[in-house]
């Protein structure tokens, strides 16, 4: 994965970049690779490569031009091609939210409320041209858990009742979802960028989709990547409740999308590591079942806090400081 990705210098003359550097940069955990290009006299960008068939860049080419287009800080587009998989943006510089935090940590408050805003923000926007965040793909995304967790703890457990147990617990959630908001799905410390004038720059948003308003809050404050400190998540939840005035229910269906959530973390990590070769998320497995537990504990996801206690036994939770999968 050292070399340049095959038709990189093609792609970057056409940009009219031809003779610029080219310095490679940390990935994600998907196919793509990323790179700084910048040259004497020029000003730097970010060089995706999202290469077919593993990969599609006309998603997040949809999603940032519709994000641009309504007033949030998504990176411009200065050249692209979907067929090579190339996508040339704005640079937004070095500094992630989780990393400035790990350097500052006494800026918590004051850029998760930048954050909060942010989606206050986009939540006051028409719906974007996106797929709904429907009964099926909620299903979908839970499946995960039993489908990698459990059979890497060489657990057989019961597939049918924790699809059950979803559908009843999801069905109050989904009739107050409409009409929905757009939903980044990913929006947490390490794809929030904190460019040099002062803003907060967005990316990995290209599996956005039309749900609930309390799902991209659940993914900032109950973050796989970094602790939140409860105190921050208390006063953010707050922040977002004054200014979006969501409805009564709010805080049972963060829960259930905070357990919905971080039971597929639980399932996607497990999968990097054993699928993927990456072991370096089991890391955060601990972290993530700590917040699935909290969820749990709200009494709008009793159907599935039974299922765990009747399949998976409290020896093989990954708790924090516990033995990871």
């Not at 357990?259 to 597929?264: E, G, I, L, S």
């Amino acid at each position: 994965m050292n070399a340049l990705p095959q038709g990189i210098h093609a792609f970057l003359t056409t940009a009219g970049r031809g003779n610029s550097a080219i310095v490679p940069l940390p990935g994600d955990a998907s196919f793509r690779r990323y790179f700084r290009i910048g040259g004497s006299g020029a000003r730097s960008a970010m060089l995706m490569h999202a290469p077919p068939p593993h990969e599609d860049p006309r998603p997040f080419l949809k999603v940032a031009r519709w994000l641009k287009d309504n007033g949030l800080r998504a990176p411009g587009i200065e050249a692209d091609d979907p067929t090579g998989g190339w996508v040339l943006t704005e640079d937004f510089g070095d500094w992630r939210l989780r990393e400035w935090l790990d350097a500052n940590p006494g800026d918590e408050a004051r850029l998760y409320s930048g954050a909060v805003d942010a989606l206050v923000a986009l939540h006051k926007i028409p719906p974007g041209p996106f797929a709904p965040y429907d009964l099926a793909e909620y299903q979908r995304e839970a499946g995960l858990f039993t489908e990698w967790f459990c059979p890497a703890k060489g657990l057989e457990v019961d597939e049918r009742g924790w699809r059950s147990a979803w559908d009843v617990v999801l069905a109050p959630m989904l009739a107050r979802q409409t009409p929905g908001v757009t939903v980044l799905k990913d929006y947490h410390s390490e794809n929030i960028m904190l460019p040099p004038d002062g803003s907060q720059g967005l990316i990995d948003f290209q599996d956005a989709m039309l749900g609930h308003p309390a799902y991209d809050l659940v993914s900032l404050l109950q973050d796989a990547r970094r602790d939140v400190s409860p105190l921050v998540e208390r006063a953010m939840i707050d922040r977002y409740l004054a200014a979006a005035q969501p409805g009564a229910d709010f805080a049972s269906d963060y829960a259930v999308l905070g357990a919905q959530r971080n039971a597929k973390i639980v399932g996607v990590f497990t999968r990097l590591a054993k699928r993927d070769g990456k072991p370096r998320y089991l890391e955060m497995i601990p972290r993530v079942w700590g917040l699935l537990e909290r969820d749990l504990a709200d009494p709008a996801l009793k159907p599935v806090a039974v299922w765990f206690a009747e399949n998976i036994p409290r020896s093989v939770r990954n708790f924090p400081g516990g033995t990871v999968a």
